[in-house]
């Protein structure tokens, strides 16, 4: 079981920044990667970047290539989104999710924290 809990989130103008972070906690040695994903109102939720556990390696979709930056804090087990260059179309539901090693997808998310970029 891993534990994990969202923070950081708030209202940003657009052009701005934000950082959210999440901290995992429980079985995080058989974490394989952690995820951030969004969802906006009446939206699918929508990937926004990885980071590999083993040696923070990530992965971003085109979308938010170049805006968004995933990082790892491996003392305190946390993982957090900078949010650069924010637009109105980033305003979301964001949810960290651990996915575990021999997983197809991902196994634990958090309750997520909301982010809101004014125009």
């Known amino acids: 079981q891993v534990e994990l809990v969202e923070s950081g989130g708030g209202l940003v103008q657009a052009g701005g920044s934000l950082r959210v972070s999440c901290a995992a906690s429980?079985?995080?040695?058989?974490?394989?990667?952690a995820g951030w994903f969004r969802q906006a109102p009446g939206e699918a939720r929508e990937f926004v970047g990885s980071?590999?556990?083993?040696?923070?390696?990530?992965s971003y979709p085109d979308s938010v290539k170049g805006r968004f930056t995933i990082s790892r804090d491996n003392v305190k087990n946390t993982v957090s989104l900078q949010m650069n260059n924010l637009k109105p179309e980033d305003t979301a539901v964001y949810f960290c999710?651990?996915?575990?090693?021999?997983?197809?997808?991902?196994?634990?998310w958090g309750q997520g924290t909301q982010v809101t970029v004014s125009s």
């Open positions: 980071i590999r556990w083993t040696d923070s390696s990530t």
């Open positions: 429980g079985r995080t040695s058989g974490m394989f990667s």
């Open positions: 999710a651990a996915k575990m090693y021999g997983s197809v997808s991902y196994d634990y």
